[in-house]
């Protein structure tokens, strides 16, 4: 009696020191009878789930149906809005590093479990390694039987179920008698989906090409938010010379109609005139290159240019550059040692006299002039010449 008492003192301290100590996860951490081998060298994986419902520590982990291994924690992710799971597996099950992880349930009101599996056909890489992590995006669990009864709850009670035979009266109201119309419109439904299918290459690179435009647009939007700023002075002047612009507009519809008229009423002579412009017209054209030729030679009369290297001299063609700015003349001459102009007191008899008789009648009476030595524009000319009159 007393052996039996101290083997349940023993049982029911050694349950206390479990719960005292982690509560049930000091339970949920003994391993249950029944579960799967691990082996000698099992690999754990973490399993991360958007939502893991009420999946415990020791729970299994199946492959195929088969029992490869158990859940070991459960624990909230650091993003704190996903659940991670570590499981432990079998040392012997080979997955690849790619594999899935779903949520299923034994039976309608069984425990849960993680069952591992392939991905679909081809799409394998790599090995399913020791600390490897299952993403969100390759995991997903089955609709809890609380949220099917849910749906159909509210299907039932306030869905619309009620309203199903009104509205299978009021779809055979509308198509009956209507049918040709129908089956036209859903031809060409069909037409324009399949073009739409057909051109789907090119909607996608429109697509794209108007989100290059959004993003550039949204890149430039300062600069186009100043020019729209910019454009409210412009539409205010514009709003401002309204009736001159109208006016503008109405004084250019007159004078169009000017001009169609003046265009109707002359056409006639118009084509008269290029009619008889004809004859002169194929005449050019019928001369062709002789013409051009004829032109060259008249302008180097009376040698043509390939004559200027066949004869040396100084008696064919002659370029010159003559300066006749009377401001440049006077310089020239004025650079001279010979004063182009007779000063008072000079003497003059020493300079060079042509034999050009100049007029003694002043052309045009220069400042400084007398009644006996009266300044004239022959004078001016005789001194420019190099002598005096």
Same mark, same amino acid.
């Given at each position: ?169 009021? +779809?055979?109201? =509308? &198509?009956? !008698?209507?049918? *040709?119309?129908? $089956?036209? @419109? ?5 037409? /324009? #989906? %399949? ?28 600069? +186009?938010?100043? =020019? &729209?700023? !910019?454009?409210? *002075?412009?539409? $205010?002047? @514009? ?5 001159? /612009? #109208? %006016? ?42 002789? @013409? ?7 302008? %180097? ?89």
């Amino acid at each position: 009696m007393r052996a039996r008492l101290t083997a349940a003192t023993a049982s029911a301290a050694l349950l206390l020191a479990g719960c005292g100590s982690g509560g049930f996860d000091g339970l949920h951490a003994v391993p249950l009878p029944g579960g799967a081998d691990l082996g000698d060298r099992p690999y754990r994986v973490t399993v991360q789930f958007a939502d893991v419902l009420d999946l415990v520590p020791q729970a299994g982990v199946k492959v195929n149906d088969v029992p490869v291994g158990r859940v070991e924690r459960v624990d909230l992710a650091p993003d704190g809005w996903t659940a991670q799971v570590t499981v432990a597996v079998n040392g012997g099950v080979s997955l690849p590093a790619n594999a899935v992880a779903r949520l299923r349930q034994s039976a309608l009101l069984g425990e849960k479990y993680v069952e591992l599996a392939r991905p679909a056909q081809g799409q394998e890489q790599g090995v399913l390694a020791d600390g490897a992590t299952i993403p969100t995006d390759r995991t997903n669990r089955n609709p809890e039987v609380e949220e099917v009864f849910g749906a159909l709850s509210l299907l039932l009670n306030g869905g619309g179920v009620a309203q199903l035979q009104n509205i299978t009266r009021e +779809i055979n109201a =509308a &198509v009956e !008698g209507n049918e *040709p119309e129908l $089956r036209s @419109l859903l031809t060409e439904l069909n037409t /324009l #989906v %399949t073009e739409l299918d057909g051109h789907k290459t090119e909607i996608t690179r429109a697509l794209d090409g108007l989100n290059r435009l959004s993003g550039t647009l949204n890149g430039q939007r300062d600069q +186009i938010a100043g =020019a &729209v700023d !910019g454009l409210g *002075p412009g539409l $205010r002047t @514009l709003a401002d010379q309204r009736t001159q /612009l #109208v %006016t503008m507009l109405q004084s250019l519809d007159a004078l169009s109609g000017v001009a169609v008229d003046t265009v109707n009423r002359s056409r006639d002579d118009v084509v008269a005139d290029l009619k008889a412009l004809t004859p002169t017209l194929q005449k050019l054209a019928e001369a062709g290159t002789n @013409l051009p030729n004829a032109f060259e030679l008249f302008l %180097t009369y009376p040698f043509p240019d390939n004559a200027v290297d066949a004869v040396r001299g100084d008696y064919t063609n002659l370029y010159a550059d003559v300066d006749l700015n009377l401001g440049n003349v006077l310089d020239n001459v004025g650079r001279s040692r010979q004063s182009p102009v007779p000063l008072p007191g000079s003497n003059t008899t020493t300079a060079p006299v042509l034999p050009l008789p100049l007029p003694n009648t002043p052309l045009l009476p220069l400042p400084g002039g007398t009644a006996s030595t009266p300044g004239g524009f022959g004078d001016l000319l005789g001194s420019l010449l190099g002598g005096v009159a």
